[in-house]
């Protein structure tokens, strides 16, 4: 069955950096388009960054263009998030999504997802 295991959120100051991972397994990895989305208490869950199947193509939320970036390594299985510049208003768990189709649209929904990473920015 289709698995994704987040790691590396954590604790840090603002304007800190962290590196969110995904490890997927039991599909088709590079032919699926992926995604992270976020959850703060008491909002709903919301995209925050998401990658074509070939890494070709991104797409960010305004909030987070020009700090985040996403990126996978297909040979991997793998998806990352490279937090920068981190805000207090970044604190959330953070959630890996996979799409069934090669390419992101808001249009559809993720037909997976992790069990998400807490991340902490203190002011």
């Known amino acids: 069955q289709v698995q994704l295991v987040e790691s590396g959120g954590g604790l840090v100051q603002a304007g800190g950096s962290l590196r969110l991972s995904c490890a997927a397994s039991?599909?088709?990895?590079?032919?699926?388009?992926m995604g992270w989305f976020r959850q703060a208490p008491g909002t709903e869950r919301e995209i925050v960054a998401a990658?074509?199947?070939?890494?070709?193509?991104?797409y960010y939320r305004d909030s987070v263009k020009g700090r985040f970036t996403i990126s996978r390594d297909n040979a991997k299985n793998t998806l990352y998030l490279q937090l920068d510049s981190l805000k207090p208003e970044d604190t959330a768990v953070y959630y890996c999504?996979?799409?069934?189709?090669?390419?992101?649209?808001?249009?559809?929904?993720?037909?997976?997802w992790g069990q998400g990473t807490q991340v902490t920015v203190s002011s």
């Open positions: 039991g599909y088709f990895f590079s032919g699926w388009a």
């Open positions: 990658i074509d199947w070939i890494g070709g193509t991104t």
């Open positions: 999504a996979a799409y069934r189709r090669p390419s992101y649209s808001s249009t559809y929904p993720p037909d997976y």
